[in-house]
């Protein structure tokens, strides 16, 4: 099982660039999670997404920032026209099918995207 | 929505003491209390987690307890090595349909040799 996978590991982008940060789930998980961390700071939750579907996106600033989970292919977290506070590591996690009280709430984190805005 | 408050921010201990962080939560529905590890520049990992109908878990050197009533949970480590210096996260899981994890600001342990 490989894990929980993130591209790019690292990116940098000039100011008003767009970025995609790419996540593929463990096999067999169906919930694909993003969490957001600035330097020296905590886990912040953005969104929280199901095969095609946003399941909750409360955490996901209102503009520029987006997300989806296709039906094929990996999970993209999408910032657009970045700015100097966007720089921060991005993190995607996974887990089973939802199941309260079961194995399903178990998490497991990607190694991260650390995205630079220069 | 939920809120996870974590104490210390910071802890120090000599090799071979025990290190305990502690964590509160406000929604009383949250069922599944995870603690990750996360060392500098790489991903957290998980440690061990506890779910609400359980009091105490054990894993060698590391336990979690939760209080439900009080909405405490705590982590211990016993014989703290130093390997163990990083920062440690708590986090709570709603039981509702959002099923997603709200983290404390996190301890950085420091274990001296």
């Known amino acids: 099982n490989a894990g929980v996978m993130q591209n790019p590991r690292h990116l940098v982008r000039r100011r008003g660039q767009e970025a995609r940060l790419r996540c593929s789930p463990m096999?067999?998980?169906?919930?694909v999670y993003w969490y957001r961390q600035l330097p020296e700071e905590g886990l912040k939750f953005m969104v929280y997404?199901?095969?095609?579907?946003?399941?909750?996106e409360s955490g996901m600033p209102k503009e520029r920032f987006s997300a989806e989970f296709p039906k094929e292919g990996p999970s993209i977290l999408r910032i657009q026209q970045v700015v100097r506070g966007d720089s921060a590591a991005y993190f995607c996690?996974?887990?089973?099918?939802?199941?309260?009280?079961?194995?399903?709430?178990?998490?497991?984190f990607g190694e991260g995207s650390w995205l630079t805005v220069v | 929505g939920e809120n996870v408050e974590q104490h210390p921010s910071t802890l120090s201990v000599q090799e071979g003491d025990s290190a305990v962080i502690k964590c509160t939560y406000s929604?009383?529905?949250?069922?599944?209390f995870p603690w990750y590890k996360q060392e500098l520049g790489k991903r957290p990992q998980l440690i061990i987690d506890i779910r609400s109908n359980v009091g105490e878990k054990k894993d060698q050197r590391i336990a979690v307890t939760l209080n439900k009533t009080a909405k405490h949970f705590s982590l211990h480590i016993t014989e703290t090595q130093p390997e163990d210096s990083a920062v440690y996260f708590c986090a709570a899981m709603g039981g509702g349909a959002t099923n997603k994890l709200i983290f404390g600001t996190g301890t950085l342990l420091a274990v001296q040799p």
């Open positions: 996690a996974s887990s089973p099918i939802s199941s309260t009280g079961g194995s399903g709430n178990t998490i497991y």
């Open positions: 096999k067999g998980h169906s919930h």
């Open positions: 997404l199901q095969k095609e579907n946003i399941i909750d």
């Open positions: 929604d009383s529905a949250s069922n599944y």
